[in-house]
């Protein structure tokens, strides 16, 4: 826990001094206001170019008479320079060798839950990003602000310590990677080694510090109605369609009677990601649990399924109800509808010269590495 709290320069600054130094500076800065990365990896490599270019003439003019051999010397060295420093940048390959890592370890899961930790990372991935607030432009997955009290304290990211643990094994190995980068990777690592659609990212994020934090109550109440499920996600910038979309997530994992109050998964497959969240809201019946929890339904057949109350608003509301059964009806539709709304989620509060690729990139599953 103790290396959350490690200011997020120190931290980059330590074991990846070697390499931050040796980067491009028109790279990443790790700085809270970067200068406007390259595009890609072509206009890196144009503006190295042209940087070798403009040195060798310089040194060309200056030079005495007899200096062409030296010239050659020089134009040597600062194309080796330059490829040195471009082979440290890291490409679509490096960040596809952290999606693997990532995959791997969210299988390593033993008798925790029900044998992965892919939902937890993907619910992490969500709070990380679902602070955004459009007005003021704050929040959002940018700045990982959760690894700061008092976000990390906030009722809503009660066990979300466990999902930021797992990554803190995977920054040990690649620490020049952003913490928001790979909270956000391993949203999409989890959604697609759990059978979900291809979720396209890109990396950028930059690692920001505890002014950063967004106050609580940025994240939906699983208690309340339409009205606030509206308020909270409009205020990120989505509208019904997307909202219904990203509930859907909701197939995979399960609720914690010790971290939010409420208890049991939503499917009978909650370590694969599939439609059957809308498919079980409007197949099975639904009752108030008995309890002593909070407010909570649960089928009436086997008593094992749970549904949020804010859930269970999709079948109520009538525009959430439209998209929540053609969902149910079409799994190929949900799909296409998640990946969208999930990519969109997770690029929230970045600004759109961060990203080092002017395209989301699709990496691949570890079976499809396989083939
Ligand atoms: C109205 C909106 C939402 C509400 C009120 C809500 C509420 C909750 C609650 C109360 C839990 C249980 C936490 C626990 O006890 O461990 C939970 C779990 C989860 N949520 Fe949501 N959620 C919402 C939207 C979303 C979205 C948009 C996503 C992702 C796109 C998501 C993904 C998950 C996942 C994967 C879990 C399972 C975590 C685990 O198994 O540890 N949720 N959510």
């Keep these: 826990m103790s290396l959350l709290r490690i200011p997020a320069r120190r931290a980059v600054f330590t074991a990846s001094a070697r390499r931050a130094e040796l980067r491009p500076t028109s790279f990443r800065k790790y700085t809270t206001a970067p200068p406007p990365p390259p595009k890609s990896n072509t206009a890196l490599y144009a503006g190295i170019a042209a ?24 134009a040597k060295s600062a194309i080796q320079a330059s490829k040195a420093a471009v082979k440290l940048t890291p490409t679509k390959e490096d960040y596809q060798k952290v999606y693997n890592t990532i995959a791997h370890i969210l299988d390593e899961a033993g008798e925790y839950d029900d044998g992965s930790f892919g939902p937890v990372v993907v619910r992490l991935a969500w709070h990380a990003s679902g602070t955004y607030d459009k007005t003021t432009g704050t929040g959002g997955s940018n700045y990982a602000t959760m690894r700061f009290e008092p976000e990390s304290l906030h009722a809503a990211n009660n066990g979300l310590h466990v999902g930021r643990e797992l990554m803190e094994k995977v920054k040990q190995q690649y620490p020049w990677i952003s913490y928001g980068d790979l909270w956000t990777l391993a949203g999409v690592a989890a959604i697609q080694e759990m059978a979900g659609p291809k979720i396209p990212w890109r990396p950028g994020r930059i690692d920001g510090v505890a002014s950063n934090v967004t106050p609580d109550g940025r994240l939906p109440d699983a208690t309340q109605g339409a009205q606030h499920i509206r308020d909270i996600f409009y205020r990120m910038g989505f509208n019904d369609q997307e909202i219904v979309a990203l509930i859907g997530a909701h197939a995979l994992g399960r609720c914690h009677s010790d971290r939010s109050g409420f208890e049991g998964p939503w499917t009978f497959s909650p370590t694969t ?15 108030w649990k008995k309890w002593s929890g909070p407010k909570q339904l649960q089928d009436k057949k086997t008593g094992t399924l749970m549904m949020l109350p804010t859930d269970y608003v999709l079948t109520q509301d009538k525009s959430f109800k439209k998209y929540a059964k053609a969902y149910a009806d079409d799994q190929d539709l949900f799909f296409k509808d998640f990946s969208a709304a999930f990519a ?22 570890l079976e499809e590495q396989k083939a």
């Design 273 to 287: 990601f599939t439609n059957d969240f809308y498919k079980l809201l409007f197949e099975e019946k639904w009752v």
């Design 344 to 365: 969109k989620l997770l690029e929230l509060g970045v600004p759109s010269q961060q990203f080092v690729a002017s395209e989301p990139w699709i990496l691949q599953t």
């Design 51 to 74: 940087f070798t270019a403009a040195a060798v003439g310089y040194y060309w003019y200056n030079s005495s008479s007899d200096s062409s051999r030296d010239a050659t010397t020089a």
